[in-house]
């Protein structure tokens, strides 16, 4: 049984399986498919989800100027399910529908101001099979159009973030942060990324976001784009992008953010000290400090 609700500017449609309790009901706007696989969401909520979902991916769209790629691809799918056991998290992958690749972004939680969600869109308008390119530029958008707790930031700037690493040690040469979810101490596991190592995977994330921050505001967004664009078939095209090796704009990064951090001592100190007092639950620190000012 099919049942449609209107709501103003959104065709909201309920599914009613058989004479099963489940209920998925979904939201389809010009370039998104937004759904609720939890069956929780009022028709009234879903709205609001569906209108944060929608209003973010227009922002993402219009900072990239990028090609929706719904004839290749069709629309993005979002699926807002239950929180995962840890932290509420999005994420992209792939299945088929209807006999066709789809994009799919999950959204585990935060329905009223999802995490990560600015960046997994934009990772879905740019999907590569590189997790350094996806996470540069992933998270240059999550700076601009998403939350400010999200991972791994966790409240903090990503540039003060790398400063700390440094202090502490935990600095990870961008030649040494591989293109696969084990090179971030990661793995895919039932289409559900599962973390082995999470101050590799938190230090690997901040100098991906810090450095993709560094390159589109020294270099600009059409450059990345190229980059992007070009890796697919050429491994990290640094210097047929830029004119200047990973080494050489690495350098230029670092001396940037040690301009950028005068006068954010005390900032950095912050997170030194929670790096320090333990890598694995710093994030979640950081996220309990913002949230207490």
Same mark, same amino acid.
């Given at each position: 049984?099919?049942?449609?609700?209107?709501?103003?500017?959104?065709?909201?449609?309920?599914?009613?399986?058989?004479?099963?309790?489940?209920?998925?009901?979904?939201?389809?706007?010009?370039?998104?498919?937004?759904?609720?696989?939890?069956?929780?969401?009022?028709?009234?909520? &879903?709205?609001?989800?569906?209108? !944060?979902? @929608? %209003?973010? /991916?227009?922002?993402?769209? $219009?900072?990239?100027?990028?090609?929706? *790629?719904?004839?290749?691809?069709?629309?993005?799918?979002?699926? &807002?399910?239950?929180?995962?056991? !840890?932290? @509420? %998290?999005? /994420?992209?992958?792939?299945? $088929?529908?209807?006999?066709?690749?789809? *994009?799919?972004?999950?959204?585990?939680?935060?329905?009223?101001?999802?995490?990560?969600?600015?960046? !997994?869109?934009? %990772?879905?308008?740019?999907?590569?099979?590189?997790?350094?390119?996806?996470?540069?530029?992933?998270?240059?958008?999550?700076?601009?159009?998403?939350?400010?707790?999200?991972?791994?930031?966790?409240?903090?700037?990503?540039?003060?973030?790398?400063?700390?690493?440094?202090?502490?040690?935990?600095?990870?040469?961008?030649?040494?942060?591989?293109?696969?979810?084990?090179?971030?101490?990661?793995?895919?596991?039932?289409?559900?990324?599962?973390?082995?190592?999470?101050?590799?995977?938190?230090?690997?994330?901040?100098?991906?976001?810090?450095?993709?921050?560094?390159?589109?505001?020294?270099?600009?967004?059409?450059?990345?784009?190229?980059?992007?664009?070009?890796?697919?078939?050429?491994?990290?095209?640094?210097?047929?992008?830029?004119?200047?090796?990973?080494?050489?704009?690495?350098?230029?990064?670092?001396?940037?953010?040690?301009?950028?951090?005068?006068?954010?001592?005390?900032?950095?100190?912050?997170?030194?000290?929670?790096?320090?007092?333990?890598?694995?639950?710093?994030?979640?620190?950081?996220?309990?400090?913002?949230?207490?000012?």
């Amino acid at each position: 049984m099919f049942k449609k609700f209107i709501i103003p500017g959104i065709l909201l449609y309920l599914t009613l399986l058989g004479a099963s309790v489940s209920q998925e009901a979904a939201v389809k706007t010009e370039n998104l498919i937004i759904r609720d696989v939890t069956g929780n969401l009022s028709p009234a909520k &879903l709205e609001l989800f569906a209108k !944060k979902v @929608d %209003s973010t /991916f227009e922002a993402v769209h $219009k900072f990239w100027s990028a090609d929706t *790629r719904i004839n290749e691809f069709g629309k993005i799918i979002v699926e &807002l399910d239950r929180p995962l056991p !840890k932290a @509420d %998290s999005s /994420f992209l992958f792939w299945r $088929k529908e209807e006999g066709r690749k789809v *994009r799919v972004v999950k959204v585990f939680g935060g329905d009223e101001n999802p995490l990560l969600l600015a960046h !997994k869109l934009t %990772s879905a308008l740019f999907p590569n099979p590189d997790k350094l390119i996806r996470n540069m530029m992933g998270e240059v958008a999550e700076k601009r159009f998403g939350n400010p707790l999200s991972f791994p930031m966790c409240g903090f700037d990503k540039d003060q973030w790398v400063m700390a690493l440094q202090n502490e040690g935990l600095y990870i040469s961008l030649s040494n942060i591989g293109s696969k979810h084990e090179d971030w101490g990661m793995e895919i596991i039932n289409n559900v990324p599962v973390v082995r190592d999470r101050p590799k995977q938190h230090a690997s994330y901040l100098e991906a976001g810090s450095f993709g921050e560094f390159l589109i505001s020294t270099y600009g967004i059409d450059k990345m784009k190229q980059f992007n664009k070009i890796s697919i078939n050429v491994t990290r095209p640094w210097h047929e992008v830029y004119g200047l090796t990973l080494k050489q704009l690495e350098e230029k990064w670092l001396e940037t953010l040690k301009l950028k951090s005068k006068g954010k001592e005390s900032q950095i100190s912050t997170l030194s000290i929670l790096l320090r007092s333990n890598p694995v639950t710093a994030c979640h620190s950081a996220q309990n400090l913002t949230e207490k000012k």
